[in-house]
C-alpha cells in the first residue's frame, strides 16, 4: 500500500502515542483506584490515542478504499469517546445513579450503533455523501464528502453529552477548593480543548479543508491529563471522596504546613474548635493553642495526648494524634502535617459512669490473673475489708482467704479459668482487725473467649449469715421447745382435772385452748418457715379437686360450721405447693373468729383474667382493721401488728405463687377474703356444678 508524508501525521501519532502511555499506566494501576473512576479513564485514553493513530493513517493513505478502511477505526475511536468520556465524568463526580444498568445502556445507545453501523454499512453513504480523494496545497490527498443528515445529527449528539459533562465538571470545580478545584478544572480544560477545536474546524474552516483537528488537539489533552494523573493524584481521590474522608468525616482534621501553620480543616474541626484561625500557627490559631499543643506531644512520647474542649453544652474530651504528610502539594508546603481530634466524650463519660460505679460499690470487685494475683482492687476494699486497694494490688489472691477455705477457692478460680463458667461460692476473707468476714463469691471471665483474667465480685454476707443463725435458733425455739413445754402444760392440765372442782374446769378449759393455740402456732411457723426457705417452685393444682377436700375436712372438724362450695368442673393453675395450707388457714380463720354458734361460708372458684379467683366469704365479726392494714402494708410496727401467723402465711404463700390477695369487710357483717392465680396452661374454663 502506497503512503503519503502529511504535516499532521507527527504529531496525530505523536498525540495517540501519549494516550496509549497513560493507557498503560492507569491500566498498571487499575487495582489502585475506585472501579468505576478507573475503567471509564481507561476508556478515554484508549479511546483519543485509537482515534489519533487511525486517523493518521487516514491521512497518510493514498487510495480511496484505504481512506475509507481507516476511517473505520476513526469512528471506532469517536465511538470509545462518546462513551467512555460521559462515563468517566460522572463516576469522577460520584453520580452513582448513572451506573444503574439501564442508565448505562442508554449512554452507549447511540455510539454503539453508530460504530455497529458504520464496521456493517460503511461510512459511505452513511455519513459520506459523494467521497473523493482531492489534493490539497502541500500535495497530498485528502478526502472531500457532503455531510449528511445522521451525520449532523451524531455531531450534534456529541456536542449535546460534552456540554452536560462540562457543566458537571465546572460544577465541581467550583464547589471545591484547594488540589481538588484544580484538579477538576484541569480536567475540564483537557475536555474542553477538542470540542473548542472540532468546533473552529467546522464553522470557520480552521486548517486545510477536510482536514479534522481534532485529534490532534488530543496531544494537549494528553499533556493536561498526565499532569492531572502525576500532579493532582487523580486516580486516589476525586472531589466527591474529599467530601467523605474529609468534610463528612466524624473525627475533626487539621492541615499543618511545613511552619506549623493552618492551612486547611474539615467542618467537624471547626464545629469543636469554634475560634480556629485559617493561616496561623498552631500555637495561636486554637483558643488554647498550648493545650494543643502540649497533648500533640504528649502523643508523640507515647502519653495520652488529650484535649479538653470547653463548649455551652459541657466539657467534651478528645484525642490528639499527628500524622506527617508525604506530598508536593503545594497548598501544603513539604513537612506538613496533620492533627486528627477524635471526639471520645461518650466513651469517656462511659469509663468514667463505670469507675464511680465500681469505687462506689457495696461489693469489692476484683480482677484476678493466671498467676493467682491481684491486678486490680475497687476501693470499696477499703471500707469493707479496712485495707487499702494498693497494698492487695499484686499480692496472692489466697493470702487472704481463710485456710480452711483455700482449696475450695482454688478449685473454683481454676474452673472459672478453664471452662468460662460463673462459680459462686461462699469463702472466708481476713479483715485488717483480724476478724474474718463471710463474702459470697462470684468468679467469672473477665472478656468472653479470654481465660486469661477473671472478674471476682465478693459480696459482704456475715451479718445476713448471723441474723440467719439467730433465726435458725428462734424458730427451733419457737417449732419444737415452744410446742413440747405447750403439750407439757397439756398433760399437766389433764391431770388437774380430777382434783379441781367445776369452777376450777372453766381455769382447765382456759389452759387447753391455749395450749391448743400454741401447738397451732407451733405448726404455722413450721409452714412459714418451709415457705420462706423454699424457692417457691410452682407445680401445677386443681382447685376443683382442692377445695372439696379441705371444706370437707373442715365441716368434720368443726360439725357446727356450713359451707357452700361452687368450683368448676377443673379449674389447674400454677401455684407453689403449699397453696393448701393459704386455703386452710383462711377457711378455719373464718371459723375460729366467729361470734355465733354457727359459721356459715361461701367459697366460690371462678375464671379470671387468665386464671383462677378463689372467694371465702363468712358472716362473722370481720377481720380489724388495724390487722388488714399490717398485713397489706407487709410490715408490722410495736403498737400495728397482726395477732398471727396465719394472715402472714396465707400473704406469702399468694405472693409467693405470683398470685394476689385482698381482704374486704362484707355488709353488713363478715369478711370476703379473694386469692387470684394464674392459670397453668394460661387458659380458664366455665364455671361447673361442684357444689
Known amino acids: ?33 475506585p472501579k468505576r473512576l478507573v475503567w471509564p479513564f481507561l476508556g478515554v485514553t484508549l479511546g483519543g490515542g485509537v482515534w489519533s493513530t487511525a486517523y493518521a493513517a487516514q491521512l497518510s ?13 476513526v469512528w471506532l475511536g469517536v465511538g470509545t469517546l462518546s462513551v467512555a468520556w460521559p462515563t468517566f465524568v460522572l463516576a469522577y463526580t460520584e453520580r452513582s445513579a448513572w451506573f444503574r444498568p439501564e442508565r448505562l445502556a442508554a449512554i452507549c445507545l447511540v455510539p454503539a450503533t453508530v460504530v455497529v453501523a458504520v464496521w456493517s454499512l460503511g461510512a459511505d453513504p452513511l455519513f459520506y455523501r459523494s467521497p473523493s480523494l482531492e489534493t490539497v496545497d502541500g500535495g497530498y490527498l485528502v478526502v472531500r464528502f457532503a455531510p449528511t443528515v445522521a451525520f449532523l445529527a451524531f455531531l450534534a449528539y456529541s456536542y449535546v453529552v460534552n456540554l452536560i459533562t462540562f457543566l458537571v465538571l465546572g460544577y465541581a470545580a467550583a464547589d471545591r477548593d ?3 478545584r484544580r484538579q477538576a478544572t484541569l480536567l475540564l480544560a483537557a475536555g474542553v480543548i477538542p470540542m473548542a477545536v472540532s468546533v473552529l474546524n467546522a464553522w470557520s474552516s480552521l486548517g ?8 490532534i488537539a488530543f496531544a494537549v489533552t494528553a499533556g493536561i491529563v498526565a499532569w492531572v494523573v502525576f500532579r493532582y493524584r487523580l486516580l486516589d481521590l476525586s472531589p466527591v471522596a474529599r467530601r467523605a474522608v474529609f468534610e463528612d468525616l466524624d473525627d475533626g482534621v487539621v492541615v499543618l504546613d511545613g511552619d506549623d501553620r493552618v492551612v486547611d480543616a474539615n467542618g467537624r ?13 498552631v500555637e495561636t490559631a486554637f483558643e488554647d493553642g498550648e493545650s494543643v499543643v502540649d497533648a500533640v506531644g504528649r502523643a508523640e512520647t507515647g502519653g495520652d495526648g488529650r484535649v479538653t474542649v470547653d463548649t455551652g453544652n459541657g466539657p467534651r474530651f478528645l484525642t490528639v494524634t499527628e500524622h506527617a504528610l508525604s506530598t508536593t502539594d503545594p497548598g501544603v508546603g513539604s ?19 463505670y469507675r464511680a460505679l465500681i469505687e462506689k460499690s457495696p461489693n469489692v470487685i476484683a480482677v484476678c490473673g493466671t498467676d493467682g494475683l491481684f491486678r486490680y482492687v475497687s476501693p470499696s476494699v477499703d471500707r469493707l475489708l479496712g485495707r487499702e486497694a494498693a497494698t492487695i494490688e499484686g499480692r496472692p489472691v489466697l493470702d487472704l482467704v481463710h485456710p480452711e477455705d483455700r482449696r475450695e477457692s482454688q478449685r473454683r478460680f481454676e474452673s472459672a479459668l478453664e471452662t468460662g463458667e460463673s462459680q459462686v461460692f461462699e469463702l472466708r476473707i481476713a479483715h485488717a482487725n483480724g476478724d474474718w468476714r463471710t463474702f459470697e463469691t462470684t468468679v467469672e471471665p473477665l472478656f468472653e473467649n479470654a481465660a486469661d483474667e477473671v472478674v471476682i465480685t465478693a459480696m459482704d454476707v456475715t451479718e445476713g449469715r448471723r441474723h440467719e443463725q439467730r433465726l435458725q435458733v428462734l424458730n427451733r425455739v419457737l417449732r419444737h421447745d415452744l410446742k413440747n413445754d405447750a403439750n407439757v402444760i397439756g398433760g399437766y392440765a389433764d391431770l388437774l382435772r380430777d382434783h379441781v372442782d367445776a369452777e376450777g374446769e372453766e381455769h382447765l378449759d382456759v389452759i387447753d385452748r391455749k395450749v391448743e393455740t400454741l401447738t397451732h402456732l407451733s405448726d404455722q411457723a413450721r409452714e412459714i418457715d418451709v415457705a420462706l426457705h423454699d424457692e417457691f417452685d410452682r407445680t401445677e393444682i386443681d382447685l376443683a379437686s382442692l377445695l372439696p377436700r379441705l371444706c370437707d375436712s373442715l365441716e368434720t372438724a368443726f360439725p ?34 366467729h361470734d355465733e354458734p354457727v359459721a356459715n361460708i361461701e367459697v366460690r372458684v371462678e375464671p379470671d383474667d387468665d386464671g383462677y379467683r378463689v372467694e371465702i366469704g363468712d358472716d ?33 404463700i399468694v405472693t409467693g405463687s405470683g398470685g394476689r390477695l385482698t381482704i374486704e369487710t362484707r355488709d353488713p357483717t363478715g369478711t370476703l377474703v379473694s386469692m387470684w392465680f394464674p392459670a397453668a396452661d394460661g387458659k380458664t374454663g366455665e364455671v361447673g356444678g361442684n357444689t
Not at 486545510?208 to 485529534?215: I, Q
Open 1 to 33: 500500500m502506497a503512503w503519503q508524508t502529511t504535516p499532521y501525521t507527527v504529531p496525530l501519532l505523536v498525540a495517540g502515542l501519549a494516550s496509549f502511555a497513560i493507557a498503560t499506566y492507569v491500566f498498571a494501576r487499575r487495582f489502585q483506584g
Open 61 to 73: 493513505a493514498t487510495t480511496l478504499e484505504a481512506t475509507l478502511f481507516w476511517n473505520r477505526f
Open 178 to 180: 484547594g488540589v481538588y
Open 208 to 215: 486545510p479543508a477536510f482536514v479534522d483537528l481534532t485529534p
Open 269 to 281: 474541626a471547626r464545629g469543636l474548635f469554634e475560634s480556629l484561625e485559617f493561616g496561623r500557627p
Open 335 to 353: 513537612g506538613g502535617s496533620v492533627l486528627l481530634f477524635r471526639d471520645v466524650t461518650e466513651h469517656e463519660t462511659l469509663q468514667r459512669r
Open 560 to 593: 357446727e360450721t356450713s359451707v357452700s362450695l361452687s368450683t368448676p368442673e377443673r379449674a389447674v393453675v400454677s401455684a407453689d405447693e403449699l397453696l393448701g395450707s393459704a386455703v386452710r388457714n383462711v377457711l378455719e380463720n373464718a371459723v375460729v373468729h
Open 620 to 652: 362473722g365479726p370481720g377481720i380489724p382493721p388495724i390487722e388488714r392494714t399490717v398485713f397489706s402494708e407487709g410490715r408490722e410496727t410495736a403498737l400495728e401488728h397482726a395477732s398471727g401467723l396465719g394472715l402472714w402465711l396465707v400473704h406469702w
